[in-house]
T-cell receptor, first 108, second 113 residues
């Protein structure tokens, strides 16, 4: 079983839609959680860290459920520029473990 | 801006060749990492280093070795390349205080024939 699992998609949504991604992790000792964004043929970049109380950054909301060991990302009012692959992950002891990514395409 | 550079964007090698992939970061980061990324498998950690001359195995170290002689440089070595090492290789760096945020290089697409 992979340590971090997420639905690969693809998710195809119209512009303006709200879309949610979930991700589960198996290492209960994980100390940190995050979402990265990877554009086609580019390197991953940190989108946002995920905190226990949940956190929001503009149209993006991330939540953590430690009891069920899952992380979520909600994107409101999707833009064409949100099209990318979203990688979730967890961290402990200076290492990060990534999921294989969820592909999102926002359609005009 | 943090910059992580990798020596090549594309590389083609033959089975059995020794391959060196170089990574340099300019932000004085303590931690450096080598990943490979394959479709459906995502990013998998090969090796990492949290200090000069220090190295730790990641999840898939077999067939690879690393070298960190200077803080800014982290090299990945394939002693004898094999076709199953054809992949995208990504280097990353981070500070010790903020290891959630890793800065990635542009990647090296390695093809082993």
């Amino acid at each position: 079983r992979k340590e971090v699992e997420q639905d690969p998609g693809p998710f195809n949504v119209p512009e303006g839609a709200t879309v949610a991604f979930n991700c589960t992790y198996s290492n209960s000792a994980s100390q940190s959680f995050f979402w990265y964004r990877q554009d086609c043929r580019k390197e991953p970049k940190l989108l946002m860290s995920v905190y226990s109380s949940g956190n929001e950054d503009g149209r993006f909301t991330a939540q953590l459920n430690r009891a069920s060991q899952y992380i979520s990302l909600l994107i409101r009012d999707s833009k064409l520029s949100d099209s990318a692959t979203y990688l979730c992950g967890s961290g402990s002891a200076r290492q990060l473990t990534f999921g294989s990514g969820t592909q999102l395409t926002v359609l005009p | 801006d943090v910059k992580v550079t990798q020596s090549s964007r594309y590389l083609v090698k033959r089975t059995g060749e020794k391959v060196f992939l170089e990574c340099v970061q300019d932000m004085d980061h303590e931690n450096m990492f080598w990943y490979r990324q394959d479709p459906g498998l995502g990013l998998r950690l090969i090796y990492f280093s949290y200090d000069v001359k220090m190295k730790e195995k990641g999840d898939i170290p077999e067939g690879y070795s690393v070298s960190r002689e200077k803080k800014e440089r982290f090299s990945l070595i394939l002693e004898s390349a094999s076709t199953n090492q054809t992949s995208m290789y990504l280097c990353a760096s981070s500070t010790s205080s903020s290891y959630n945020e890793q800065f990635f290089g542009p990647g090296t697409r390695l093809t082993v024939l």
